[in-house]
């Protein structure tokens, strides 16, 4: 069973960047697909950016593409997620997760594991 801890959420003004980290307790990190997710109040939560275990396929939100940057370093078992220009509508609470990636398909990240979260407020 992986754990995930994240790591790296504060307060930031507008044109700003934050490095969340995401700490994975696995053996077998490299079979993850790891992704970032974000919740604002009163949303949904949502796909900001994820890699995949191959570590060619990524995928970005439309609304992040251009500023953020997904990561990760397979020594460390560390997945991360630079932001730059920050905007107030990246407010929200940012959550790693993890889902077994057999190479094929779409990787359910319902069914993998979330960290608990890490808080981005973007504001003046």
């Known amino acids: 069973q992986v754990q995930l801890v994240e790591s790296g959420g504060d307060w930031v003004q507008p044109g700003g960047s934050l490095r969340l980290s995401c700490a994975a307790t696995t053996p077998i990190f490299t079979l993850y697909c790891m992704g970032w997710y974000r919740q604002a109040p009163g949303n949904k939560r949502e796909l900001v950016a994820n890699?995949?275990?191959?570590?060619?396929?990524?995928n970005y939100s439309d609304s992040v593409k251009g500023r953020f940057t997904i990561s990760k370093d397979n020594d460390k078992n560390m997945v991360y997620l630079q932001m730059n220009d920050l905007k107030p509508e990246d407010t929200g609470v940012y959550y790693c997760?993890?889902?077994?990636?057999?190479?094929?398909?779409?990787?359910?990240?319902?069914?993998?594991?979330w960290g608990q979260g890490t808080q981005v407020t973007v504001s003046t």
């Open positions: 890699i995949r275990s191959d570590d060619k396929r990524i």
């Open positions: 997760n993890a889902a077994l990636d057999y190479g094929f398909g779409t990787p359910d990240a319902e069914m993998g594991t």
